[in-house]
Protein backbone atom coordinates (compact mmCIF):
# COMPACT_ATOMS: atom_id res chain seq x y z
CA UNK A 1 0.00 0.00 0.00
CA UNK A 2 1.43 3.26 -1.02
CA UNK A 3 -0.13 7.21 -0.21
CA UNK A 4 0.33 10.07 -1.69
CA UNK A 5 -0.61 13.33 0.07
CA UNK A 6 -0.95 16.75 -1.67
CA UNK A 7 -2.54 19.63 -1.53
CA UNK A 8 -1.10 21.41 1.34
CA UNK A 9 0.55 24.71 0.82
CA UNK A 10 0.66 28.78 2.50
CA UNK A 11 -2.63 30.57 2.97
CA UNK A 12 -4.09 33.70 5.21
CA UNK A 13 -5.95 33.09 7.95
CA UNK A 14 -9.63 32.37 7.81
CA UNK A 15 -9.05 30.56 4.08
CA UNK A 16 -9.36 26.81 2.80
CA UNK A 17 -7.27 24.37 1.78
CA UNK A 18 -8.55 20.49 0.24
CA UNK A 19 -5.91 18.08 0.83
CA UNK A 20 -5.80 14.96 -1.01
CA UNK A 21 -4.91 11.18 0.09
CA UNK A 22 -4.32 8.94 -2.90
CA UNK A 23 -4.20 5.03 -2.27
CA UNK A 24 -2.55 2.30 -4.23
CA UNK A 25 -2.18 -0.84 -3.95
CA UNK A 26 -5.55 -1.94 -1.45
CA UNK A 27 -9.34 -0.32 -2.21
CA UNK A 28 -9.72 2.02 0.71
CA UNK A 29 -13.22 0.99 1.41
CA UNK A 30 -11.07 -2.06 2.89
CA UNK A 31 -8.73 0.41 5.28
CA UNK A 32 -8.84 2.62 8.31
CA UNK A 33 -7.53 5.84 6.27
CA UNK A 34 -6.52 8.59 9.43
CA UNK A 35 -5.38 12.07 9.33
CA UNK A 36 -2.70 13.07 11.16
CA UNK A 37 -1.20 16.52 11.46
CA UNK A 38 2.45 17.72 13.68
CA UNK A 39 3.75 21.16 14.47
CA UNK A 40 7.47 22.03 14.65
CA UNK A 41 8.36 20.87 18.12
CA UNK A 42 5.24 18.82 18.55
CA UNK A 43 4.10 15.38 18.85
CA UNK A 44 2.20 13.57 15.69
CA UNK A 45 -1.38 14.48 16.35
CA UNK A 46 -4.98 13.00 15.50
CA UNK A 47 -7.25 14.71 13.43
CA UNK A 48 -9.79 12.62 12.02
CA UNK A 49 -10.11 9.32 10.76
CA UNK A 50 -12.61 7.51 7.90
CA UNK A 51 -12.69 3.51 9.08
CA UNK A 52 -13.11 0.86 6.05
CA UNK A 53 -17.11 1.18 6.67
CA UNK A 54 -16.90 4.74 5.65
CA UNK A 55 -17.88 5.64 9.51
CA UNK A 56 -16.34 9.33 10.20
CA UNK A 57 -14.54 9.09 13.91
CA UNK A 58 -14.56 12.38 15.74
CA UNK A 59 -12.69 15.13 14.73
CA UNK A 60 -9.74 16.49 17.34
CA UNK A 61 -11.77 19.54 19.45
CA UNK A 62 -9.57 22.46 17.74
CA UNK A 63 -10.57 21.15 14.53
CA UNK A 64 -14.43 20.83 15.20
CA UNK A 65 -16.77 22.50 12.52
CA UNK A 66 -13.93 23.06 10.45
CA UNK A 67 -12.22 20.61 8.69
CA UNK A 68 -14.63 17.49 6.74
CA UNK A 69 -13.10 14.38 5.81
CA UNK A 70 -14.57 12.53 2.84
CA UNK A 71 -13.53 9.81 0.55
CA UNK A 72 -14.06 8.95 -2.97
CA UNK A 73 -14.09 4.94 -3.47
CA UNK A 74 -13.93 5.67 -7.46
CA UNK A 75 -10.80 7.64 -7.45
CA UNK A 76 -9.48 5.43 -4.18
CA UNK A 77 -8.58 8.53 -2.52
CA UNK A 78 -9.37 10.82 0.55
CA UNK A 79 -9.68 14.32 1.42
CA UNK A 80 -9.55 16.74 4.03
CA UNK A 81 -11.34 19.88 3.46
CA UNK A 82 -9.82 22.56 5.91
CA UNK A 83 -11.52 26.08 6.17
CA UNK A 84 -11.09 29.01 8.43
CA UNK A 85 -7.90 27.96 8.84
CA UNK A 86 -5.98 29.38 11.78
CA UNK A 87 -1.89 29.95 12.06
CA UNK A 88 -2.44 27.00 15.17
CA UNK A 89 -2.67 24.35 11.77
CA UNK A 90 0.38 24.86 10.76
CA UNK A 91 2.15 22.03 10.34
CA UNK A 92 2.60 18.55 8.52
CA UNK A 93 -0.19 16.86 7.49
CA UNK A 94 -0.17 12.99 6.91
CA UNK A 95 -2.65 10.48 5.85
CA UNK A 96 -2.39 6.74 6.95
CA UNK A 97 -3.85 3.61 6.52
CA UNK A 98 -4.48 0.39 7.61
CA UNK A 99 -6.15 -3.00 6.55
CA UNK A 100 -7.24 -4.25 10.52
CA UNK A 101 -10.72 -3.96 11.02
CA UNK A 102 -10.69 -3.44 14.30
CA UNK A 103 -7.71 -0.80 15.76
CA UNK A 104 -7.67 2.26 17.59
CA UNK A 105 -7.62 4.45 14.44
CA UNK A 106 -6.68 7.42 17.24
CA UNK A 107 -3.20 6.22 17.77
CA UNK A 108 -0.94 6.52 15.39
CA UNK A 109 0.58 3.42 16.62
CA UNK A 110 -2.17 1.67 14.58
CA UNK A 111 -1.50 2.50 11.24
CA UNK A 112 1.21 0.30 8.90
CA UNK A 113 1.22 2.76 6.02
CA UNK A 114 1.92 6.93 6.20
CA UNK A 115 2.15 9.20 3.29
CA UNK A 116 5.01 11.38 2.78
CA UNK A 117 3.33 14.35 4.58
CA UNK A 118 1.74 17.60 2.86
CA UNK A 119 2.62 21.12 4.65
CA UNK A 120 0.10 23.51 5.62
CA UNK A 121 1.39 26.69 6.46
CA UNK A 122 -1.43 29.17 7.81
CA UNK A 123 -0.37 32.70 7.65
CA UNK A 124 -1.67 35.43 10.12
Known amino acids: VQLQASGGGLVQAGGSLRLSCAVSGRPINNLNMGWFRQAPGKEREFVVA????????AYTDSVKGRFTVSRENAKNTIYLQMNSLKPEDTAAYYC??????????????????WGQGTLVTVSS
Open 96 to 113: AADGRRSVAVYDTRSYDY
Open 50 to 57: IRWSGSIT
